[in-house]
């Protein structure tokens, strides 16, 4: 059976992903920080049929330990042979940038940045052993242009993309292809789950209010069916010669087209028009 390890499978686009490719055959490995959020994964899985194609394994990508020992149970699982691996674990704080605490501008790094790329380096021995693997890396339109109110996560993402086109140069000699899945918005949980900053004497508290607002506004309009994600970073992974780049959803798709054709300053007077945080200026 095709192998592949999944990380932040507890929820979103992880456990989605995770029952997709059981369905299609493939033996997944589901990861996640925390076993106890497992129930749901559970319940999906049985829902499916397919819960015999899934293992449940303990892996925190900001613990050097718990990757060592979720990297060693993956490989034992798998028989030492891994096809993929799909880094979905991310995390979100939102506020104004001057109103994040250090702690959270620090764990959405750790989280998304530098937790791809230690899990990332510990799986390579492997991936270069059989000549072969793909490293799939489920980024965000966030990764195209800046946003209000979501500057870190924006920069994590950035960050990743450009890890991720720089190490593709490194290993393709070896048969590893590195390939990113950057979705628009979709309805899942992580801005609900993600801690929202600001404090009741800052200056940005009302604007930043606004842009929360105007924010869940915008996924309640806009957001589609996460399961299309799912599909597309299934289809991703089992492609023949797939793309580099894959933005999911229109809007993605009209983002990533905008990049770097659009000047900065235009491109911020249409988010603020659209947002309408002229009303909101101080």
Not at 210 to 229: M, N, S, T, Y
Not at 234 to 243: G, L, T
């Amino acid at each position: 059976m095709r192998t592949v390890l999944v990380t932040g499978s507890s929820s979103g686009f992880g456990l989605l992903t995770v029952v997709e490719l059981a369905k299609r055959g493939w033996r997944v490995v589901a990861s996640m920080r925390n076993l106890d959020r497992r129930g749901p994964l559970d319940a999906a899985l049985a829902s499916s049929g397919a819960a015999q194609n899934v293992d449940v394994v303990q892996l925190d990508v900001t613990d050097a330990a718990s990757i060592a020992r979720g990297v060693e149970e993956t490989l034992t699982i798998c028989g030492g042979f891994l096809d993929a691996v799909v880094h979905n674990a991310g995390v979100a704080a939102g506020g104004a940038f001057e109103d994040i605490p250090d702690a959270e501008l620090r764990r959405v790094m750790e989280t998304n940045f530098f937790g791809v790329m230690a899990l990332t380096k510990a799986l390579l021995p492997t991936f270069r052993k059989q000549r072969a693997g793909r490293i799939v890396v489920v980024s965000s339109e966030a990764a195209f242009a800046g946003m209000p109110g979501n500057s870190i996560y924006c920069a994590s993402k950035w960050a990743v993309e450009g890890w991720a086109e720089s190490l593709a140069y490194d290993v393709e000699q070896f048969g590893i292809k590195v390939l990113l899945v950057e979705p628009g918005p979709y309805v899942t949980d992580i801005w609900q789950a993600s801690p929202r900053f600001a404090p009741s004497g800052s200056v940005y508290r009302r604007w930043s209010e606004f842009v929360f607002r105007q924010g869940d506004l915008h996924v309640a309009q806009k957001g589609r069916d996460p399961q299309e994600v799912a599909e597309k970073i299934a289809n991703v992974i089992e492609a023949a010669r797939p793309s580099f780049r894959n933005p999911v959803h229109r809007l993605a798709h009209m983002a990533h087209f905008v990049r770097g054709k659009m000047p900065s300053a235009w491109l911020r007077k249409f988010v603020e028009t659209y947002l309408g945080l002229s009303r909101v200026r101080l």
